[in-house]
């Protein structure tokens, strides 16, 4: 049927360890959720419905899937919010809409947030600050820089760059499946490559993992890099979204916050080290099926008041 | 235990820097250095340093407290609503504030310690539950006024004759900062600094863990209810007022020394983080540094005096971002 | 490794299916003229010819019933919508911003009491809420036109962001825009009060008189880059360098009532005396004044809005005051608008509302008693059912 039935159908033969709960209680919520709304005479498992919230569930993901990596290195990053709405602008801005100029638009969004990603790593490991702190002093620098900057959204994208935001194939947004990639690629990296087993040493115990030969260091700054390009690839997924670039685009949408809140969710342990990415992409899912029940029931709930009475 | 030269080698820097704004300040504007300047300042500064210090007692417990911001915001909307312009209800309506305080106090440490949630996802829930309950409860814009003898503490103070008036925000702070500083040299407070430091270890020690924490938390949640008391006294209703206060709060703690993760730094030094964050602020203020550059001012200050402490402690391991959860039964 | 293969294998299977794209045609939205990359700040808010039009407005006298200023149109330039007429009862679809202010809490609740007063033509009326997020609107407006709308009301969180989405679904189903607007004129109608440069400026001109030539004035803003409040900074900014008054300041509030008192508070000590305050959004303006008690100076000239306390404390105090309005009466029109469309009855293709202005003679009209402090006087709504009580009276 729809994707995202049956991503719910395996969810019990991919996941194990901690996400296996949070992907089972996604099917449950997905159920109860059908249930409700088919009881109050909505149509839920409608392929509106189900688009609307996959399509919701994209920036989130991709900043959550980043945000993953850092919290598994035993890492934070508060600065996403702020990024996302800079890179945004770093891509309409450069872009201006001129389809020519998409790459060096795409390219120059990338070489920002790696660059943020390395401040971030660098002053937590270099200059030993709490990544709590750290990455909020980041963000809150980014936000000076949009303040004095702009004044509103800015720049335009072109078209064809629109398509990715709006395309589906199928009945499929091609954004989710880029959210689906950024996924898929976040748990090769983990799984598949020695920097990644190392992203988990070093979450696991810094100490233990710096004697037993782990370039502690290099890893949490390249969990940072990929945590802020995640967050980079956001505010380029809402660029072309939105047809221009924003400032507040990123914290109005609390992507700081949510994605730690998603990642937490998919079972990853906050202080780091274990957990994964497959658990993450159920909590966003979680959290955007809860969202889009809520809306469901609002209007719901407005509009039989509002027919109730005489 | 902390040597006295441990405590003091953490939370001087806070201190000079302090100094060293004020002076700033004074140097700008020579009027700061009047009695009745110093005196707004401290009143301004007061919530702010009263939420400092509850953050502290949970963050040297190893935990946190996101929850302050948008408690603040339904203490002051409920007192609002409840009052209603009507004198005689302040002082019930008070009284129901601080058990409300308790309340969410109790609930974010009993989930935290005994369901075993890190504090940082309790807190975070208790975020948004409270700011959706108090937008389901109003609709979003509050009602009802607050009470002139409500507001008195945040905006009024008592005149002393030939001298002028002090704020009772800046008594208030005086004697939140006597009271925490004595209870922090209790037995007490050498079970809260213990078992953030190392949580096994003060569980075997016999130290009740989860109990000091959980008390951490009603503190914080208590510190809120008092901070909002001011808030809504000095500015009246609102429902922005207490937007962002947690990370002000935890910014204000971290920058006095206190160790993110638990086990080290003064709640004093706490408390001139707040201050060196208010007076900062006051100091841009009157550069005349634009509402925008101040947010990038900011983050460079406070990374840097981070860096600077971490410098001055040495190469302690790297603390982890988000302290372990507690201990989970075997 | 297992699980993202099994998700690759997913994705490629999808990607052979039929390829779909919701772009909206001709595609892109903010006026595309190459180059609009950040202007100059200081340009980017202003139009002369805008600016002219809208200070003209002011003085010229509305069509319609002078006593339901919410149905009244300046200048109107009526369409045709025979095209959209259907037989009713109608499903009426509504993408809100946000209610994140009381400005706006006050609007929908107004709104809400007009689609009640229409329950024989509105079958369903569905409401979604942005909550202030650009992203999560385009998701509303997209799922609101894929569902049962006979006719789509926006109030846009921001303009550029959200002319894609409304374009799309311009080509769908009648739109109606209110508020802020969009960089297009496909919707039917655009509702809005007279707009910003005449808030601001009649806000100014205000103070100039009462503070004279050389007079220091604060001005206090929300935020920077929303356009209609850069519209009222800008019109205003103009007439106080023509008119020689000292603007100390310009800070930003973000509508924090702590942090306009301490705004306020720092001014007074720096410059001494303050004699006027011009607010570009007068939620904090009882704050802004207290600030002066406090200090122990006399109240200043200030410029307000039709906030409930602060009209309160301008007739307990005596103050010399005046608010400019945004009216949030603009939401009934909203509604209106949707079912004269649906009634394929003319509509105005902007639809211009009056702007009344609150002054020391007429405040007692707008003043009424017992409503929420953060209530807005010009909701329009006082001769509705369970007025005052839905208002949160």
């Known amino acids: 049927m729809t994707a995202l039935a049956e991503r719910v159908r395996w969810a019990p033969r991919l996941a194990t360890g901690p996400a296996a709960g949070t992907w089972i209680a996604l099917g449950l919520v997905v159920l109860l959720a059908a249930a409700i709304v088919t009881a109050r005479g909505g149509d839920y498992l409608t392929q509106a419905n189900l688009l609307n919230m996959l399509s919701r569930t994209t920036a989130l993901g991709i900043v959550a899937v980043g945000q993953t990596i850092a919290i598994l290195a035993g890492s934070l990053d508060l600065s996403v919010a702020y990024l996302i709405g800079l890179t945004s602008l770093i891509a309409a801005e450069v872009m201006a809409g001129d389809p020519a100029m998409i790459v060096p638009g795409v390219l120059a969004v990338l070489a920002a947030s790696a660059l943020v990603g390395l401040v971030n790593g660098l002053v937590i490991t270099k200059l030993q600050v709490n990544a709590f702190i750290a990455t909020l002093g980041v963000g809150l620098v980014i936000k000076g820089i949009l303040e004095s900057r702009y004044e509103g959204p800015a720049g335009s994208v072109p078209v064809l760059f629109q398509r990715l935001g709006y395309d589906r194939i199928g009945p499929i947004p091609v954004a989710v499946l880029l959210m689906l990639a950024v996924a898929g690629a976040a748990a090769l990296f983990l799984h598949r490559t020695r920097a990644g087993h190392h992203v988990y040493a070093v979450g696991g115990n810094v100490e233990v993992a710096r004697l037993s030969g782990v370039p502690t260091t290099r890893t949490t700054v390249l969990a940072h890099v990929i945590c802020s390009l995640c967050a980079g690839v956001a505010g380029l997924y809402l660029a072309s979204r939105l047809g221009a670039g924003a400032p507040y685009v990123g914290t109005d949408g609390g992507y700081d916050l949510e994605s730690i809140a998603a990642v937490v969710l998919g079972g990853t342990v906050l202080a780091g080290g274990r957990g994964g990415v497959s658990g993450t992409v159920a909590g966003v899912l979680l959290l955007a099926v809860l969202d889009n029940l809520f809306d469901q029931l609002v209007l719901d709930a407005f509009f039989k008041a509002s027919c109730a009475a005489p | 235990m902390r040597t006295l030269r441990d405590r003091v080698g953490a939370a001087a820097p806070v201190f000079g820097v302090l100094l060293l704004l004020l002076v700033a300040i004074a140097v700008v504007n020579p009027n700061f250095l009047e009695p009745a300047s110093l005196l707004a300042y401290l009143k301004r500064a007061a919530p702010l340093a009263i939420l400092a210090v509850g953050q502290y007692f949970v963050i040297v417990s190893g935990e946190f407290d996101l929850s302050v911001g948008s408690l603040v915001t339904v203490q002051v909307v409920v007192a609002a609503r409840l009052i209603d312009g009507d004198e005689s209800a302040t002082v019930p309506v008070i009284v129901l504030l601080i058990g409300l305080g308790l309340l969410v106090g109790l609930v974010n440490g009993l989930i935290t310690t005994r369901l075993h949630v890190p504090s940082f996802v309790t807190t975070l829930g208790m975020l948004l539950v409270l700011s959706g309950a108090v937008f389901l409860w109003t609709g979003g814009a509050p009602r009802g006024s607050l009470s002139e003898s409500f507001r008195e503490p945040g905006r009024q103070g008592i005149d002393i004759p030939g001298f002028g008036q002090v704020p009772w925000s800046a008594l208030i702070l005086i004697a939140v900062a006597a009271g925490a500083a004595v209870l922090m040299r209790s037995a007490w407070g050498h079970t809260l600094v213990a078992t953030g430091d190392n949580d096994r270890a003060a569980a075997l020690a016999g130290v009740p863990v989860e109990r000091v924490r959980t008390t951490a938390f009603v503190l914080s949640a208590l510190a809120a209810t008092v901070a909002a008391i001011l808030l809504g006294g000095f500015a009246g209703v609102s429902a922005q007022v207490g937007e962002g206060l947690e990370f002000s709060a935890i910014t204000a703690v971290v920058l006095g020394g206190v160790v993110l993760g638990g086990g080290r730094g003064s709640v004093l030094a706490a408390l001139a983080g707040a201050l060196v964050l208010e007076a900062l602020f006051t100091l841009l203020n009157l550069l005349g540094v634009s509402g925008a550059l101040e947010s990038t001012v900011q983050g460079v200050i406070i990374i840097a005096a981070v860096a600077y402490a971490a410098r001055r402690a040495g190469r302690r391991r790297r603390p982890p971002a988000v302290p372990e959860p507690s201990p989970q039964p075997a | ?393």
């Open chain 3, 1 to 393: 490794m297992k699980r993202s293969m099994v998700l690759a294998t997913g994705a490629v299977l999808l990607l052979a299916t039929a390829c779909t794209s919701d772009v909206p045609p001709g595609g892109a939205a903010p006026t595309a003229a190459p180059g609009t990359s950040a202007p100059p700040a200081a340009t980017q808010f202003f139009d002369q010819a805008e600016h002219d039009r809208q200070l003209a407005l002011r003085d010229e006298a509305a069509e319609g019933p002078a006593d339901q200023p919410w149905v009244q149109m300046l200048e109107p330039e009526m369409v045709d919508t025979a095209q959209y007429a259907t037989q009713g009862p109608h499903n009426v679809c509504f993408s809100n911003a946000s209610v994140d202010n009381p400005w706006r809490q006050v609007g929908w609740t107004t709104m809400q009491a007009e689609v009640d007063l229409h329950r024989d033509e509105i079958a369903n009326f569905t409401a979604l809420d942005a909550g202030a997020s650009d992203d999560k609107q385009i998701s509303d407006i997209q799922q609101l036109v894929g569902g049962d709308c006979d006719a789509l009301i926006v109030s846009p969180n921001t303009t550029a962001t959200l002319t894609p989405a409304v374009e799309a679904a311009c080509g769908q189903l009648p739109v109606i825009v209110f508020d802020r607007g969009v960089d297009t004129d496909c919707p039917v109608t655009f509702i809005h009060p007279v707009g910003g440069y005449a808030f601001g400026a009649t806000a100014a001109e205000f103070l100039a008189d009462q503070v004279g030539q050389g007079g220091k004035v604060l001005a206090l803003r929300v935020l920077p880059g929303v356009d209609v409040l850069e519209n009222r900074w800008a019109a205003a900014e103009r007439i106080f360098a023509a008119r020689g008054v000292d603007v100390v300041g310009v800070e930003f509030t973000e509508n924090d009532t702590a942090t306009a008192k301490s705004v306020v508070s720092d001014y007074l000590q720096r410059e001494g005396q303050i004699n006027g305050i011009w607010m570009d959004d007068g939620t904090a303006a009882v704050a802004a004044l207290e600030a002066f008690e406090d200090a122990g100076q006399p109240l200043p000239a200030i410029s307000g809005e039709d906030q409930q306390q602060f009209l309160e404390k301008w007739q307990a105090e005596g103050l010399t005051a005046q608010a400019p309005t945004y009216p949030t009466f603009q939401w009934r029109t909203a509604v209106i608008a949707a079912l004269q469309i649906l009634r394929g009855e003319q509509v105005p293709s902007e639809w211009i509302l009056p702007q009344p202005t609150i002054t020391s003679e007429n405040l007692d009209q707008y003043l009424q008693p017992g409503l929420p402090p953060l209530h807005y006087a010009l909701c329009g709504c006082q001769q509705m059912p369970d007025f005052p009580a839905r208002w949160g009276a």
